[in-house]
């Protein structure tokens, strides 16, 4: 089978897909399943012209003509809320799926109830998802469809969940936002994305004066078009019983979902996703990263809805594979930094996916490390854990594997990516170790620069779960011709020293290849120039990090202007509680740097500061730290 046919039946049997004849269908193994709507919920449709396997919803797969716009799954349409919402609720195996848990909140200040006081059930999250939908058309006082577009700034609870499920079902874009974002960082992404609807939460605290969302948001936008939410509402929602519709089928241009990138690197991009492509590669990761297991795993994914992570892996992808997702309100750290350490053992987690932050933060003093120990994570329901496309050191992964589950994967990507594109072994072999390995959907190489063993990845070919665009062209948004901020979208992952003869996608980050398994070492545009000499930053970091020996908490290193070199690295630190600063720290670094990477890497000063500067999703903006050398 030529990879073309392998990549059609995978992406045929990864949903449904709507059908001329009023069903919604799904390739399995050899025949197409296909599911027609009843009063009586989902039934099974066995037509005397029953589809053969050869059969596709779309007359053409792929287009690439319009380079780099894609076109996936010419004159397909399909609804991710179909697939995600309601056959987990209808189409039961053993007369009682829907009434498993598909979400289960656990609020700020909650972590070891053993009653969970906030759970929606597939059936529940049906109902409460249809309502939803009335209730906003009459905020609206017209009905939901594209080319409207709805913006979030609410709890990470069950309320947010049924309103993105909602906006997707009726074919509405929306955008969510950080409850920890900055006043500017709100208001860049409103005047972006230019809504119809705002939906705020009432009892939500937003923002460094913990005034409420719904209040922040009228401060900030003004009141028109406001729906308003609060905790319970989702059960009250789910409570009624509202008329059943079926999602507005659509083709994968028309938008699900814009995440805007944490502005790192420059001014936040929102990315588009819709919901063919994006959908069916969440559900491919789901089987392929996780092996998950319906009806048993529950995910625990530290994030929130306005991240990729928040979105694929927290809200779409466990109800997908028919499992529970937990939504952590308030910071998973908590006081101790280990509040998601707790949640996950008292809460029965199977799958934790978090950042390499959470891992660095709980091994950062020997309190924190004793706590975990005492956790006995290793013991509990964890089978599997998952980084989210940081670079990590060999340290932090063995000890995430050692103290937390012994499965615990590196994977790579981003908010461009839409899903993981690099994780596990195709082996199946199991090491903790760094590296990772293209999913069988996504085609990868190195594109190494001026015989320097540090590369761009590239991606090589193009799979549907890639990032349609950057979003833009508002005018025109809705119309068959809208293409976003296409301008944008190629300057920015596009350069012509990728392309060569293939799609030459560029996320900008370093890695090394051998073998077939990648690392990663943090952004291409993160590495200095001493003396002629490359350095990543991520790889000075890593020596900091194993030398400091729990003195911090946390770290950063930058470049900074150097008459004689040209560039030397600098240190800002963040001490950990009890210890002060002193030279010892840097004559450790630069003794520790010099050993592992020699003399050029050695640092000329440390700073210590109270806190780093970091963006809505955690990382560390580094262009700040840059700027105070400079004096700017």
């Known amino acids: 089978m030529k990879d073309d046919d392998v990549e059609s039946v995978a992406y045929a049997s990864a949903l449904y897909w709507a059908c001329e004849d009023g069903t919604w269908c799904q390739l399995r193994g050899t025949k197409w399943r296909c599911l027609r ?10 037509a005397p012209d029953a589809r053969d396997a050869s059969w596709r919803p779309w007359t ?48 700020a200040g909650e972590e070891v109830e053993a009653q969970p006081s906030e759970q929606l059930t597939r059936s529940e999250l ?12 009459v905020c609206l006082g017209t009905l939901l469809a594209s080319p409207m577009r709805m913006y979030a700034h609410a709890a990470t609870g069950l309320e947010q969940a049924v309103v993105c499920h909602a906006c997707a079902r009726s074919a509405v874009c929306y955008t969510c936002t950080a409850l920890d974002a900055t006043d500017e960082s709100l208001k860049h992404r409103f005047l972006e994305f230019a809504p119809a609807l705002v939906v705020a939460s009432l009892d939500a605290p937003s923002g460094p004066i913990h005034e409420m969302a719904a209040s922040r948001a009228t401060r900030l936008f003004g009141s028109k078009q406001r729906y308003e939410i609060a905790h319970g509402d989702a059960r009250t929602w789910a409570a009624s019983a509202p008329q059943y519709l079926s999602p507005l089928a659509v083709g994968d241009a028309v938008a699900l979902i814009v995440v805007f990138t944490s502005g790192s690197t420059g001014k936040p991009k929102g990315l588009v996703h819709g919901h063919g492509g994006y959908g069916s590669c969440v559900a491919r990761s789901m089987s392929y990263v996780f092996d998950a297991r319906a009806g048993t795993d529950v995910f625990l994914t530290l994030a929130t809805f306005a991240w990729i992570t928040g979105q694929s892996y927290m809200l779409y992808g466990p109800v997908l594979a028919r499992c529970k997702s937990l939504l952590v309100e308030g910071s998973p750290l908590g006081a101790d930094g280990l509040r998601w350490a707790r949640i996950a053992k008292a809460r029965r987690a199977t799958i934790l996916k978090c950042a390499s932050a959470f891992v660095r933060h709980a091994m950062g003093n020997q309190v924190r490390r004793a706590a975990v120990e005492a956790l006995d994570l290793p013991n509990t329901s964890l089978r599997l854990g ?37 994780s596990r072994d195709p082996s199946g072999n199991f090491q903790p170790d760094t590296r990772c390995w293209p999913v069988p959907w996504v085609r990868a190489s190195l594109l190494q620069l001026d015989d320097d063993e540090l590369g761009d990845i590239v991606l090589d070919a193009p799979y549907a779960g890639l990032a349609r665009t950057v979003f833009g062209d508002t005018a025109a948004y809705g119309k068959p011709h809208w293409r976003g901020d296409l301008a944008r979208f190629e300057a920015a992952y596009f350069p012509p020293r990728a392309s060569g003869d293939g799609f030459g996608f560029v996320q900008g980050d370093a890695a090394r290849e051998a073998d077939g398994a990648f690392t990663f070492h943090g ?61 010892d720290i840097l004559a450790i670094w630069r003794k520790a740097l010099f050993d592992i990477i020699g003399s050029h890497a050695e640092p000329s000063a440390i700073v210590a500061v109270t806190a780093l500067p970091k963006t809505i999703t955690g990382k560390t903006q580094r262009g700040l730290l840059q700027a105070a050398l400079r004096g700017d």
């Open 126 to 137: 049906l109902r409460a998802v249809l309502t939803c939908c009335v209730e906003l058309e």
């Open 523 to 583: 952004r291409r545009d993160e590495v200095i120039n001493v003396m002629g000499v490359r350095l990543g930053l991520e790889e000075l970091e890593k020596v900091a990090w194993s030398a400091s020996d729990g003195i911090l908490h946390d770290l950063a290193i930058v470049g900074a202007p150097d008459s004689l070199k040209g560039q030397v690295p600098i240190g800002w630190v963040v001490l950990s509680e009890g210890f002060k600063i002193d030279y």
């Open 386 to 422: 998952t980084f989210c496309a940081e670079p990590v050191s060999a340290e932090v992964q063995g000890w995430a594997s050692s103290r937390i589950v012994a499965t615990f994967l590196n994977s790579y990507w981003a908010t461009e990516h839409g899903s993981i594109v690099l």
């Open 60 to 107: 053409r797969l792929i287009d690439t003509s319009a380079h780099p716009y894609v076109t996936w799954f010419s004159e397909a349409t399909t609804n991710i809320a179909f697939s995600a919402v309601d056959v987990p609720a209808l189409d039961s195996h053993d007369g009682r799926d829907g009434e498993q848990v598909a979400y289960e909140a656990v609020k």
């Open 37 to 46: 709507v009843a009063p009586s919920g989902l039934v099974h449709s066995a």
